[in-house]
T-cell receptor, first 114, second 113 residues
Framework: DAGVIQSPRHEVTEMGQEVTLRCKPI?????LFWYRQTMMRGLELLIYFNNNVPIDDSGMPEDRFSAKMPNASFSTLKIQPSEPRDSAVYFC????????????FGPGTRLTVL | GENVEQHPSTLSVQEGDSAVIKCTYSDSASNYFPWYKQELGKRPQLIIDIRSNVGEKKDQRIAVTLNKTAKHFSLHITETQPEDSAVYFC????????????FGAGTRLAVHP
């Protein structure tokens, strides 16, 4: 298995533009988590899904952020409009829901908003 | 809500020495405590975890201890090696790993040859 796949790996955009981050979970994993990592705020959970249904979105910073999981093999995190303070590394992580309680992280998307 | 504090923020040791990182949590209902390692420019990876019904768990050179009464848990690395150099994050959850993990701020460990 290729592991969790995220795209793009790097994104540079200008303030006000729409940004879409993508995640393909490990096949068979029922849980999908979106995290944001910054030096100031550390690693923060934004939202997570179970069986494609959002379970907890209390970490989504504001209405500019939205996330979807239309099927078991794809999720998106969208920022519209983007702001410089959104610059961060965004990780997607997935888990199987059985066995060890491990969340497998993707390689991350480094977002820079100018 | 849950809050996790982690100390120290940086730790420097000589190769072969032991390293200890400590975390405290606020919600006594938390029952799952994983530790993740993140090398520079890489993704976090789980290295060890412990549930609240266990006081200690060991995996080769790594061990985690949990004190539920005091609401703190610690990561112990023995015989440190340069490849242990990374940022280590503790976390706490109210209901296992497939739930909301609250992460500590991280500890940057440097192991000097």
């Amino acid at each position: 298995d290729a592991g969790v796949i995220q795209s793009p790996r790097h994104e540079v955009t200008e303030m006000g533009q729409e940004v879409t981050l993508r995640c393909k979970p490990i096949s068979g994993h029922d849980y999908l988590f979106w995290y944001r990592q910054t030096m100031m705020r550390g690693l923060e959970l934004l939202i997570y899904f179970n069986n494609n249904v959002p379970i907890d979105d209390s970490g989504m910073p504001e209405d500019r952020f939205s996330a979807k999981m239309p099927n078991a093999s794809f999720s998106t995190l969208k920022i519209q409009p983007s702001e410089p303070r959104d610059s961060a590394v965004y990780f997607c992580a997935t888990g199987s829901g059985t066995g060890r309680d491990e969340q497998f992280f993707g390689p991350g998307t480094r977002l820079t908003v100018l | 809500g849950e809050n996790v504090e982690q100390h120290p923020s940086t730790l420097s040791v000589q190769e072969g020495d032991s390293a200890v990182i400590k975390c405290t949590y606020s919600d006594s209902a938390s029952n799952y405590f994983p530790w993740y390692k993140q090398e520079l420019g890489k993704r976090p990876q789980l290295i060890i975890d412990i549930r609240s019904n266990v006081g200690e768990k060991k995996d080769q050179r790594i061990a985690v201890t949990l004190n539920k009464t005091a609401k703190h848990f610690s990561l112990h690395i023995t015989e440190t090696q340069p490849e242990d150099s990374a940022v280590y994050f503790c976390a706490a959850s109210l209901s296992g790993g497939y739930n909301k993990l609250i992460f500590g701020a991280g500890t940057r460990l440097a192991v000097h040859p």
